[in-house]
């Protein structure tokens, strides 16, 4: 029904900006929640941004004033803007598209990498 594809990782200094895609192919149904979540080795999953079908968006505190979540609905794409990097937000990166509170599809993943 949906695959996600996401690209966009690498590696940046600190301070720096990445800017991450995640599109959808094919026709969607039944998707009103689009989550950003991550994972750095040894950690548990995050979840680090949200943002549902009426625009409201939702930020980790570790995150917020630093990345932006949006999309672009012609494209079926959802982007987070990250800026402002730190070491700390190294990880992979994961899309996931959910119905209401229930996870239904994930991305492959993106590697980010914050290093000097």
């Known amino acids: 029904q949906v695959q996600l594809v996401e690209s966009g990782g690498g590696l940046v200094q600190p301070g720096g900006s990445l800017r991450l895609s995640c599109a959808a192919s094919?026709?969607?149904?039944?998707?009103?929640?689009m989550n950003w979540y991550r994972q750095a080795p040894e950690k548990e999953r995050e979840l680090v941004a949200t943002?549902?079908?009426?625009?409201?968006?939702i930020y980790a505190d570790s995150v917020k004033g630093r990345f932006t979540i949006s999309r672009d609905n012609d494209k079926n794409t959802v982007y987070l803007q990250m800026n402002n990097l730190k070491p700390e937000d190294t990880a992979v990166y994961y899309c996931?598209?959910?119905?209401?509170?229930?996870?239904?599809?994930w991305g492959q993943g993106t590697q980010v990498t914050v290093s000097s």
């Open positions: 943002i549902t079908s009426g625009g409201s968006t």
């Open positions: 996931n598209a959910a119905t209401g509170l229930t996870p239904r599809y």
């Open positions: 094919g026709t969607i149904f039944g998707i009103n929640r």
